[in-house]
């Protein structure tokens, strides 16, 4: 799966609900949190209900993120999202796993679970809540590196050194448990020189993606996961190196310099369906 974009967007606004039909995105995520006022909320949760039922956005992940689980509004998200089934639901502020056993109770077997890793409490659970991941049908992980920060009162804006370990430590437990892994948003509507490095760095940590919260984010997340045109003629180079019949069965062959394996080819083999993926 290519994910290299998720936007957020608030289900209250049924304009830009309307809008993401039409937008290259990889992933679409319909907020019923942060970005819907509190006496909002009920006309949001019936808002995303009618999106997810009409469908119209092609390829796209429809994903759906609830009020937390300590809010009075949270069980009425996941009683109505379990009738209709988008492609996951994103529950925020995930402690732990009994945080995410709620959820799947509340919401039933049939709808994969992402898990926004935000707390404190939730970085500490890292490892359990991947070992919890396949009986919880919990598919990725994202950063919610402004929550984070404000919990660990970082000064705003944050230094970047401050949530890059933790950052890497969302991504090693997703890669252990088989998960998507997605960046956290940039703040910054009108840098693109800042949105760009922080693509670059997300996908230098092993993200798969970023999520964003303006459309015109989408391309320089598209351009920042890549691959980008270095990393496909590498992987084209591998590719044809061990395809050499001469080369064919060794298990470590030098490639311009470097030593390369069996490792590398499956990497390149990864780099070129991702490819030719976005491509199509």
């Known amino acids: 799966m290519i994910l290299r974009s998720a936007l957020f967007l608030p289900a209250s606004n ?3 609900i309307a809008k993401a039909r ?11 949190e942060d970005a819907v006022a509190p006496d909002a909320k009920a006309m949001a949760r019936d808002a995303a ?3 997810v039922r009409e469908g119209g956005f092609g390829e796209r992940l429809l994903v759906v993120r609830t009020n937390g689980l300590d809010t009075s509004h949270a069980m009425d998200d996941l009683a109505a999202l379990a009738t209709t089934r988008p492609a996951a639901v994103l529950i925020p502020k995930v402690d732990d796993v009994a945080t995410l056993a709620a959820a799947r109770a509340a919401l039933g077997p049939d709808v994969p679970l992402w898990a926004m890793i935000e707390t404190c409490r939730g970085i500490l659970s890292l490892g359990a809540i991947a070992q919890a991941a396949t009986g919880l049908r919990l598919t990725a992980l994202v950063a919610g590196t402004n929550d984070l920060a404000k919990e660990m009162r970082l000064p705003y804006p944050p230094a970047p050194e401050a949530l890059l370990p933790l950052r890497v430590q969302i991504v090693v437990a997703a890669r252990s448990a088989g998960l998507i892994a997605l ?16 693509c670059t760095e997300g996908r230098r940590l092993g993200f798969d993606g970023k999520t964003l919260i ?6 320089a997340a598209h351009a920042g996961f890549g691959p980008n045109a270095a990393e496909i003629a590498w992987a084209r180079k591998v590719m044809d190196a061990f395809a050499d019949p001469a080369q064919a069965t060794l298990g470590a062959i030098r490639l311009d310099g470097q030593m390369v394996e ?9 780099i070129l369906a991702r490819a030719e993926k976005a491509a199509g």
Not at 22 to 32: E, G, K, Q, T
Not at 214 to 219: E, G, L, R, T
Request: net charge negative; charged share 25%; hydrophobic share 50%.
């Open 14 to 16: 049924s304009r830009a």
């Open 183 to 198: 960046d956290g948003v940039c703040n910054a509507l009108d840098a693109p020189e800042r949105l760009a490095a922080e």
């Open 262 to 270: 069996r490792l590398h080819l499956a990497e390149a083999e990864r």
């Open 214 to 219: 303006h459309p015109n984010q989408i391309a």
């Open 22 to 32: 039409m937008l290259d995105s990889d992933a679409v995520i319909l907020d019923l």
């Open 49 to 51: 209900v009618a999106a």
